[in-house]
């Protein structure tokens, strides 16, 4: 299985502030990656696929990059609404996997 | 626009089998484009892919289930369900259904949109 790591496990940031979450595939996964956006107490949501290509109605401050084992999300400037757990997922490989989830906050 | 929504019963006993189907609407589950699975998340953790269907026949589990689940598709319905035998404490989560596109190696997929998820809790 391709093991997913995600670095932070969380964090907690102002609003306006420039966020990144890391995301690690244990082997090259090429450009198969996505993110998903969980909020309290609701289901997940995709935000980004193939690594950097918005969902449609995505604000623009979400970003993703990266290539083979190292990805990233960035919030460019971190909103209220974004308070949520984000977490990345590989499509490379079955089984498909999931980073652990960072854990975003406001300070 | 397309909707899931999963339903069946929110507690099950150990050794016994949980049973939940997912609802399609606003689409038909009979495209060539999507694929249609299970993801479970136990509570205050993260996420599993369980298993995933095509119309045409195709699963694909998740081998950690070690051969446990079982996923059917009812195009006549516009539902696809998932089985869980045996299950354990260890199954306590909560499932989600989703759609995923066909566009990478068979059975691989991101997934958009998801059900609102249904917490089945696995207690004697």
């Known amino acids: 299985d391709i093991q997913m790591t995600q670095s932070p496990s969380s964090l907690s940031a102002s609003v306006g502030d420039r966020v990144t979450i890391n995301c690690h595939a244990s082997q090259d996964i090429s450009n198969y990656l996505n993110w998903y956006q969980q909020k309290p107490g609701k289901a997940p949501s995709l935000l980004i696929y193939d690594i950097s290509n918005l969902k449609t109605g995505v604000p623009s401050r979400f970003s993703g990059s990266g290539s083979g084992t190292d990805f990233t999300l960035t919030i460019s400037s971190l909103q209220p609404e974004d308070i949520a757990t984000y977490y990345c997922?590989?499509?490379?490989?079955?089984?498909?996997?999931f980073g652990g989830g960072t854990k975003v906050q406001i300070k | 626009q397309v909707q899931l929504q999963e339903s069946g019963p929110g507690h099950v006993k150990p050794s016994e089998t949980l049973s939940l189907t997912c609802t399609v609407s606003?689409?038909?589950?009979?495209?060539?484009?999507?694929?249609w699975g299970w993801i479970r998340q136990p509570p205050g953790k993260g996420l599993e892919w369980i298993g995933t269907?095509?119309?045409?026949?195709?699963?694909y589990y998740n081998p950690s289930l070690k051969n446990r689940v079982t996923l059917y598709i009812d195009t006549s319905k516009n539902q696809f369900s998932l089985k869980v035998s045996s299950v354990t404490a260890a199954d306590t989560a909560v499932y989600y259904c989703?759609?995923?596109?066909?566009?990478?190696?068979?059975?691989?997929?991101?997934?958009?949109?998801w059900g609102q998820g249904t917490l089945v809790l696995v207690s004697a």
């Open positions: 606003g689409g038909s589950i009979k495209s060539p484009d999507y694929y």
């Open positions: 997922q590989q499509f490379d490989n079955l089984p498909l996997t």
């Open positions: 989703a759609r995923g596109e066909v566009v990478a190696a068979a059975g691989t997929s991101w997934f958009d949109p």
């Open positions: 269907v095509h119309y045409r026949g195709s699963t």
